[in-house]
């Protein structure tokens, strides 16, 4: 098992810089991946960023390339999303997941409301 707690949302004006964090505990020695998902107010979920636990190798969903940047730190089994330059579409509950078998993202933090205000 995997538990996950992320922090950092809240109220933005658009254009400003949010930081994101998750903290990652429990059978985190087994990490393959963590990524990032949000879902707007009324939407299906959707994937922002995941970076790969050894190498650090990241990809990203189109709509957020050269605004977001994920990062990790490996001895605090943190992983971080920086987001630059929000617009209101990015208005959202982001959500932190761990994939632990590189199959898919099992396990998930319980949300981060990010709000922006144009």
């Known amino acids: 098992q995997v538990q996950l707690v992320e922090s950092g949302g809240g109220l933005v004006q658009a254009g400003g810089s949010l930081r994101l964090s998750c903290a990652a505990s429990?059978?985190?020695?087994?990490?393959?991946?963590m990524g990032w998902f949000r879902q707007p107010a009324g939407k299906e979920r959707e994937f922002v960023a995941a970076?790969?636990?050894?190498?650090?190798?990241?990809y990203y969903a189109d709509s957020v390339k050269g605004r977001f940047a994920i990062s990790r730190d490996n001895a605090k089994n943190t992983v971080y999303l920086q987001m630059n330059s929000l617009k209101p579409e990015d208005t959202a509950v982001y959500y932190c997941?761990?994939?632990?078998?590189?199959?898919?993202?099992?396990?998930w933090g319980q949300g981060t409301q990010v709000t922006v205000s144009s």
């Open positions: 429990g059978r985190t020695f087994s990490m393959y991946r």
């Open positions: 970076i790969y636990w050894s190498g650090g190798n990241t």
């Open positions: 997941a761990a994939d632990v078998s590189g199959a898919d993202f099992r396990y």
